[in-house]
């Protein structure tokens, strides 16, 4: 798994490529830490390139969620691809967490009341 | 037949097969590709329909022989007769009595016949790999981990499926199908120490028409069972230490109750979903295996 960070104005996108797993948690869990410990609290993770996660993924994912909405910001997730998109729905993530069809429309939603 | 004693250094997972009718056969193909790749299953989980493959599979019935056994306990027939008393004591209560414990619209004869005379009086301590057979107490809703007792009454229990089948009595309780406490209980195998748990699960199909009470109670029980499948399945991720790798085939053709013509395309699904993760599951249980040695 790889993890690429850009900034767009005050949103940090996180691009994610690959696995999502026991194997790579660890790693994305401190790509985000690192972000909300330097106070970058309004995160998009692209999940264009995600093959894959499973339950060490989703938990990351949702640590960050929490930390990021207890700062007052928000993780919301762009561009999931329907193997990962059925994952997150049979886990209920797809009911807590704010999903995109792109980039570009998950940044712009931070813009929106 | 018994599965031969498992090497306990060889890897190995936990399996857990929910709810899905002919749909659970998927879990004949998720075992070949583990076996073909030497990975080993150590505990079996199965759930209604995914007991019957539970069992099967844990008694070391091969990919064939599991599809052959399929034919034979996996038909329209277990649902053919109608029971009239059911039928006349749901109607007109006061004048026939209503019986919790013989409820059910459905003849169980034929297919307590069909699990008796396959699995005989064989018991589920007996398996070659441990075994555990879910139900729900009608009492309280509990889950309910049969892991001991007779196969062919736990898997009775199990796909006790409500108004269709009538409650089993076993050990003391009233049991009903074990979908309606967990569709795909990963729990159990957290509970007894699984680290790797593959889930085979899948979601209740929703009715493209509903043109009979019938169809329209299928509709609500499939709203039900599918977010509670959601909500324990979301639970349970969050809540494992270790890992829970899904396996949700997804069948392009249309699989109906007793499709079991299907049977080999559902296992390849079953297969094919598997095999993609082969790669990731090697990784991690070697990961694993070293985690616990260190």
């Not at chain 1, 410990?37 to 995160?43: D, E, F, M, S, W």
């Not at chain 1, 499973?54 to 691809?81: C, F, H, N, P, T």
């Not at chain 2, 269709?164 to 406490?181: I, M, Q, S, T």
Request: a neutral charge; hydrophobic letters at 45%; aromatic letters at 8%.
């Amino acid at each position: 798994m790889n993890v690429t960070i850009s900034q767009q104005d005050a949103v940090t996108v996180v691009a994610i490529s690959g696995s999502v797993d026991s194997l790579s948690a660890d790693k994305l869990t401190e790509s985000f830490v690192g972000e909300l410990n330097a106070g970058r609290v309004k995160l998009v993770a692209d999940f264009a390139a995600v093959s894959y996660t499973s339950s060490a993924g989703l938990r990351s994912v949702l640590a960050a969620v929490k930390e990021s909405r207890r700062s007052g910001g928000d993780l919301r997730i762009a561009a999931v691809q329907p193997d990962v998109l059925r994952v997150l729905s049979l886990s209920g993530f797809t009911s807590i967490i704010k999903m995109y069809d792109g980039v570009a429309a998950a940044v712009s939603s931070y813009g929106q009341a | 037949m018994n599965a031969s004693p498992r090497d306990p250094a060889a890897p190995a997972v936990s399996l857990v097969i929910g709810s899905g009718s002919v749909k659970c056969a998927a879990a004949i193909g998720v075992v070949k590709a583990l076996t073909e790749e030497g990975i080993a299953v150590e505990r079996f989980v199965g759930c209604s329909a995914g007991a019957i493959f539970a069992a099967v599979l844990a008694l070391g019935y091969g990919a064939q022989e599991s599809m052959d056994a399929t034919r034979r306990l996996w038909t329209s027939d277990i649902t053919a007769k109608r029971n009239t008393m059911g039928m006349l004591r749901a109607l007109a209560p006061r004048l026939f009595g209503f019986k919790v414990e013989s409820f059910g619209l459905r003849d169980d004869r034929p297919k307590d016949q069909m699990l008796n005379a396959f699995f005989g009086d064989r018991r589920i301590e007996d398996a070659g790999t441990p075994l555990h057979i879910t139900a729900t107490d009608f009492a309280n809703g509990e889950l309910v981990d049969l892991d001991r007792g007779s196969i062919a009454d736990a898997i009775r229990a199990s796909v006790a499926l409500p108004f269709a089948f009538a409650p089993v009595r076993l050990g003391g309780k009233l049991l009903v199908d074990g979908y309606l406490a967990d569709p795909l209980p990963v729990s159990v195998a957290i509970k007894h120490g699984g680290r790797v748990i593959i889930a085979v699960g899948f979601e209740s199909p929703y009715q493209e028409r509903i043109g009979s009470a019938g169809r329209f109670a299928f509709q609500l029980s499939a709203i039900m069972s599918n977010n509670l499948l959601k909500s324990r399945f979301s639970f349970h991720s969050v809540a494992h230490h270790s890992e829970v790798i899904a396996i949700i085939p997804e069948f392009r053709q249309r699989i109906r109750l007793f499709d079991t013509e299907k049977l080999p395309y559902i296992v390849e699904e079953g297969e094919a979903c598997m095999r993609a993760q082969i790669p990731y599951l090697r990784e991690l249980l070697a990961a694993d295996r070293a985690a616990v040695a260190s």
